[in-house]
């Protein structure tokens, strides 16, 4: 995977050698709201 604290490659080359978007590794997915938690519980019963 991407290494950030590697000094030889930046984590632009990185990304580009795991053909990667940058944005992809700096993504940090979101949790479901406890709306959307509630609604997909009731949806399960």
Not at 16 to 34: D, M, N, V
Request: proline share 4%.
């Amino acid at each position: 995977m991407v290494e950030p604290a590697n000094s030889d490659l930046s984590i632009g080359k990185q990304c580009k050698l795991l053909s990667i978007s940058r944005s992809s590794f700096y993504y940090q997915p979101k949790g479901e709201t406890a709306l959307n938690l509630m609604l997909m519980r009731q949806i399960d019963e």
